[in-house]
């Protein structure tokens, strides 16, 4: 079975800083796809970014980016120029390409944001 | 366009009785799953519909099922609930079922 692991229950950062929050995850699939997702108070899952793990090259949205390491099996997310906005409970996601294609989540971080 | 929408927002229910969580997909979305968020045990897999069939089942007791109608619209049910069922369920829409999900906000449930 896939798990998926976030070693960082909180993380805090100065505004406009950047901040790297970790994942790890394991599986026996050759094909898949990995996310990172927002959920601020207002309790909404919020998709940040997606990764499929046979591109090569690390997805990129705005100031969010990720370190997606195949062989490793890590997949870590840099937010760069920290907002307030930012500041929210963090979940990495495995989704895998065969059978039951449900999302695993990882445990999560709490991403503070100091101003 | 709408997102996806659940009710109610909270529910307290006593432990024993049973409820039922909705959930409305986003218009076109034909695939429905459905999470419980728990702080002990993080977010975990329920279900998931696809057209009115269930494709997927997490390890959840009996007494957790659901049901998709054909508008696909989308209900969760709780029978004889337990204090431990206390919990954030959200359910998330997607257009086919290897699309991207969109989550609602979520129903949070209390048992007393």
């Known amino acids: 079975a896939q798990t998926v692991t976030q070693s960082q229950p909180e993380m805090s950062v100065q505004e406009a800083e950047t901040v790297t929050l970790s994942c790890t995850y394991d599986?026996?699939?050759?094909?898949?796809?990995l996310f990172w997702y927002k959920q601020p108070p207002s309790r909404q899952m919020i998709l940040v970014i997606r990764q499929e793990a046979y591109k090569q090259q690390n997805a990129t949205e705005n100031r969010f980016s990720v370190n997606f390491q195949k062989a490793a099996k890590s997949f870590s997310l840099k937010i760069s120029d920290s907002q307030l906005g930012d500041a929210a409970m963090y979940f990495c996601?495995?989704?895998?390409?065969?059978?039951?294609?449900?999302?695993?989540f990882g445990q999560g971080t709490r991403l503070t944001i100091n101003p | 366009k709408a997102g996806v929408t659940q009710t109610p927002r909270y529910l307290i229910k006593t432990r024993g009785q049973q409820v039922t969580l909705s959930c409305s997909p986003i218009?076109?979305?034909?695939?429905v799953s459905w999470y419980q968020q728990t702080p002990g045990q993080g977010l975990q897999f329920l279900f998931e519909?696809?057209?009115?069939?269930?494709?997927n089942k997490g390890n959840f007791p009996g007494r957790f099922s659901g049901r998709q109608f054909s508008n696909s619209r989308s209900e969760m049910n709780v029978s004889t609930l337990e204090l431990g069922d206390s919990a954030l369920y959200l359910c998330?829409?997607?257009?086919?079922?290897?699309?991207?999900?969109?989550f609602g906000s979520g129903t949070r449930l209390t048992v007393v």
């Open positions: 218009s076109g979305h034909r695939s």
């Open positions: 599986t026996s699939e050759s094909d898949y796809y």
């Open positions: 996601a495995y989704r895998g390409k065969q059978g039951a294609q449900k999302l695993v």
């Open positions: 519909y696809f057209s009115e069939t269930q494709r």
């Open positions: 998330a829409s997607s257009l086919g079922v290897t699309g991207d999900y969109t």
